[in-house]
């Protein structure tokens, strides 16, 4: 079966910096991708990896390894407004997104 | 319009009843789909089209059904609603299916069936 895994919830401090993982086990691998999901809001695109190798975005970094169905989201200089669910997807043989359940982040001031 | 939107932002139905959620995206995306999003779970993916005239089955499709008459509208409807899909319902669409392009998503449809 298809599988992304994230963790569920983390914490950090405004301010800070946190890494989210994702792992991922799929019928093949056509790009991944991480989206923003503030409360009640719908998802935006953050980032996308297809090569290993880390790509990076302002405050915001994406680092992919295809031999190890790994992935994480990199965030500094946390804010509060960071606070949200940060979703991990990969793109499969079918070109259809599997998605995780996101991780919710809580920045502490 | 700017990008997509979806109507209604919420409903309350009873079981049994037909509902139709709409979306209708102004970017002239040949990519469009239905998500559904419950609480510990991904986005599901019920239904898609990469093109117009054409629909294809996501992981959930049973109890949806989807048309593609043109490049703008893409309705999923519910035949016959069943207490299990309540959820929140996201339209999305990308530039192409096939092909990297990020999906773009609508506000979403907050569905509850009683």
């Known amino acids: 079966g298809q599988n992304i895994d994230q963790p569920t919830e983390m914490t950090a401090t405004e301010g800070a910096i946190v890494q989210i993982n994702c792992t991922y086990q799929t019928s093949g691998f056509n790009g991944l991708f991480w989206y923003q999901q503030h409360a009640g809001e719908a998802p935006t695109f953050l980032s996308y990896?297809?090569l290993d190798g880390l790509e990076e975005k302002g405050r915001f970094s994406s680092f992919l390894s295809r031999s190890k169905g790994y992935s994480y989201l990199l965030l500094k200089e946390l804010q509060m407004k960071d606070s949200a669910s940060y979703l991990c997807?990969?793109?499969?043989?079918?070109?259809?997104?599997?998605w995780g359940a996101g991780t919710k982040l809580i920045i502490k001031p | 319009i700017a990008g997509i939107t979806q109507a209604p932002t919420s409903q309350i139905l009873a079981a049994g009843r037909r509902m139709t959620l709409r979306c209708t995206q102004d970017?002239?995306?040949?990519?469009m789909y239905w998500y559904r999003q419950d609480l510990g779970l991904g986005l599901r993916l019920i239904h898609y089209s990469n093109t117009a005239g054409t629909t294809g089955k996501g992981e959930v499709p049973d109890g949806y059904s989807v048309s593609r008459a043109n490049t703008d509208d893409f309705p999923l409807t519910l035949a016959s609603a069943v207490p299990s899909q309540t959820s929140v319902y996201f339209c999305?669409?990308?530039?192409?299916?096939?092909?990297?392009?990020?999906?773009?998503f609508g506000p979403g449809t907050r569905l509850t069936v009683l």
């Open positions: 999305a669409s990308s530039k192409a299916g096939g092909s990297y392009n990020e999906q773009f």
């Open positions: 970017m002239r995306h040949n990519a």
């Open positions: 990896n297809v």
């Open positions: 997807a990969v793109r499969d043989s079918n070109y259809q997104l599997i």
